[in-house]
């Protein structure tokens, strides 16, 4: 059965460091998204991105978060300046075509912020 | 008002038991209905979803939405020591992508 990849798996950073989160989401599929869990709270949406662009941001995603999709594979989340606050789980999603309400989640990667 | 809210648990049932989880939501405008099931330190993995009022029913898994009570729910029949988790309502309103999360019930079922 076809599911999203996440990597890292677990990420360790400095404060200010920038860190990029990688996904290879469902090959047929074409909404991509983000969403974050800090430890003990709810999931939380970020971002969701379709037809190479981004289709809808909540407040949390701001200027030092950006994404990307490079290739016909990857989808990523680049965070430019971390702070401790952003240490929290981190959930790429995606879903098919005309179901944006469908979406599957991710692994996830845990990212320490120290 | 929280937009969704779950009651936190745990829920501790013995093996076999029917478990009844239940999510409230306060917006009208979200029309489809998911469950969630996540594991710890795990992605949430869908379990099944509805569309507006009624219910769905998958395996042991039946799905229920009152839209004029802004009530959800999902029934496990037989429960396992497997189905011991976090079950996660989310919610989706059609004018955007996101889904809304609750914070989650954990469930315990013991054999």
């Known amino acids: 059965e076809p599911e999203v990849t996440q990597t890292p798996s677990h990420q360790v950073t400095q404060m200010g460091q920038e860190v990029i989160l990688r996904c290879v989401p469902i090959?047929?599929?074409?909404?991509f998204y983000w969403y974050r869990q800090i430890l003990g709270q709810k999931v939380e949406f970020l971002v969701s991105?379709?037809?190479?662009?981004?289709?809808?941001k909540s407040e949390i995603f701001d200027d030092q978060f950006s994404v990307e999709r490079p290739d016909g594979s990857n989808f990523t989340l680049k965070i430019r300046s971390t702070k401790l606050e952003d240490s929290a789980m981190y959930f790429c999603?995606?879903?098919?075509?005309?179901?944006?309400?469908?979406?599957?989640f991710g692994p996830g990667t845990r990212l320490t912020v120290t | 008002q929280k937009e969704v809210e779950q009651d936190p648990g745990p829920l501790s049932v013995p093996e076999g038991a029917i478990v009844s989880l239940n999510c409230t939501y306060s917006?009208?405008?979200?029309?489809?209905f998911m469950w969630y099931r996540q594991y710890s330190r795990k992605g949430p993995e869908l379990l099944m979803y509805?569309?507006?009022?009624g219910n769905k029913e998958d395996g042991r898994f039946t799905a229920q939405v009152d839209k004029s009570s802004k009530y959800i729910s999902l029934f496990i029949r037989d429960s396992q020591p497997s189905d011991s988790a976090t079950y996660l309502c989310?919610?989706?309103?059609?004018?955007?992508?996101?889904?809304?999360f609750g914070g989650g019930t954990r469930l315990m079922v013991k054999p």
């Open positions: 991105f379709y037809n190479n662009e981004i289709s809808e």
């Open positions: 090959s047929n599929h074409l909404y």
């Open positions: 989310a919610i989706h309103n059609n004018a955007g992508n996101m889904l809304t």
């Open positions: 509805t569309y507006s009022s």
């Open positions: 999603a995606s879903g098919p075509t005309g179901r944006p309400y469908e979406q599957y």
């Open positions: 917006n009208s405008a979200f029309q489809y």
